[in-house]
């Protein structure tokens, strides 16, 4: 089972994550998580609820030699693109996978490994939205990410596509007549 969770910043990927890979834990499956090491931002996998799991840390899957039942890989945009090809073969391994992730990017380009994902096609993909930080339409209607800077200007391009925010960008979630792809 090859479940992948996406969508724009602050929409609760990684609450549903956790919520995907928790009953795994309950049936004593041998539960492995992983985050990437340009997540410098955390050390765990944690949700902006508070919910937190241990989980090692790697630069690539392929460092991962540990045996297990199940694993999930929070933040998958920040691993390198032939990484889908562990994910493929654990699925042929009958591995239970659950993986989270933005899609695209500030630029609303998709990261590389995420389209390798999307074309093994999941068992069942969740796409998250997000309240649209700007018009906090009710809808929740939000499926872009915005990158500004600290004076609350776009950031357009010039960055890379996994840029931290901690500090020198800030992000929004935006809905699609939110998302501007030029200054006005
Ligand atoms: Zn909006």
Redesign the pocket.
């Known amino acids: 089972m090859f479940t992948l969770i996406t969508g724009p910043m602050k929409s609760g990927k990684s609450a549903e994550f956790l919520a995907q890979t928790q009953p795994f834990e309950h049936a004593n499956k041998d539960v492995l998580f992983i985050h990437p090491d340009k997540n410098t931002r955390e050390e765990g996998i944690k949700s902006r609820l508070g919910i937190e799991v241990a989980a090692i840390t790697v630069g690539s899957l392929k460092e991962v030699n540990q045996p297990f039942d199940v694993i999930g890989v929070d933040e998958i945009h920040m691993l390198p693109e032939d990484d889908a090809d562990m994910i493929e073969q654990w699925r042929r391994q009958e591995k239970h996978i659950v993986i989270s992730g933005l899609d695209i990017d500030y630029r609303r380009q998709m990261f590389p490994i995420v389209r390798r994902l999307l074309e093994l096609k999941p068992d069942k993909h969740i796409e998250m939205t997000a309240f649209?930080?700007?018009?906090?339409?009710d809808s929740r209607?939000?499926q872009f990410t915005q990158m500004l800077d600290l004076n609350g200007n776009l950031v357009l391009g010039g960055l890379d596509s996994i840029t931290i925010d901690d500090g020198g960008v800030e992000y929004q979630a935006?809905?699609?007549?939110?998302?501007k792809t030029e200054e006005e």
């Open positions: 649209c930080d700007v018009c906090h339409d209607n939000a935006r809905c699609f007549d939110c998302y």
